[in-house]
Structure formats: C-alpha cells, structure tokens
C-alpha cells in the first residue's frame, strides 16, 4: 500500500501564490508517474498538471503558464506551484502517483484526500 499526504492549500488573494507538496510513503520501488488534479463544487475533475519519472509534464489548458509540477524523487515528493491565481481556480487538489512495488512490477494508481485551496476575489 502506498499513502499519499497533501499540504500547502488555504485562502490566498487573487493574483497570489501558493505552494503544494504530495509526499508518497508506503511500498514504492518506483513512482512512474505523479500529478495533481483538481475538482470544483459541481464540476468534473481536471488535470492540473502531471510529470513523469523521466521529467515529461503536461499540464491542464487552464493553467499552463501559470502553474508548475515538480518532482523530487529522493523525498518521494511532488510539487505544484501555483501562481497568479484565479477564483476561478478555487477547488479540491488531490495528488495521484502510479507506483510500482518493485522495478519490474505492474503499477497501481494511488490518490490522496486532496487539500483545499480557495482564492478569493
């Protein structure tokens, strides 16, 4: 089993800044994939923005150029940060990682209970 803990969500103004972390603990042997995702109140959940073990990202159309995924696989931790935020962006951010127990294992895909961030107008 792997536990994924979300931090850093809040209250910030519009046009501000905030910073989130995934840590992953558990039975990894590797973490193939991490990404954040986001549901708001009466909507669908979206992509965020995602990274692969070997750096690839994607991002979700909403965010891009505003929002950046990281990852630091020493800490077994993913990172968004998150800038010149919108009301708009208000919603639950829950952090997803596609883990292999082992090198050679199948991957199963894992979710945390999200963490709420809210931005005022």
């Known amino acids: 089993q792997v536990q994924l803990v979300e931090s850093g969500g809040g209250l910030v103004q519009a046009g501000g800044s905030l910073r989130l972390s995934c840590v992953a603990s558990?039975?990894?042997?590797?973490?193939?994939?991490m990404g954040w995702y986001r549901q708001a109140p009466g909507e669908q959940r979206e992509l965020v923005g995602g990274?692969?073990?070997?750096?690839?990202?994607a991002y979700g159309d909403r965010v891009k150029g505003r929002f950046t995924v990281s990852r630091d696989d020493a800490k077994n931790t993913l990172y968004l940060q998150m800038s010149s935020l919108k009301p708009e962006d208000t919603a639950v951010y829950s952090c997803?990682?596609?883990?292999?127990?082992?090198?050679?294992?199948?991957?199963?895909?894992?979710w945390g209970q999200g963490t709420q961030v809210t931005v005022s107008p």
């Open positions: 997803a990682a596609d883990v292999s127990p082992t090198a050679y294992s199948s991957s199963t895909l894992y």
């Open positions: 990274i692969t073990d070997d750096s690839r990202t």
């Open positions: 558990g039975n990894i042997g590797r973490i193939n994939y």
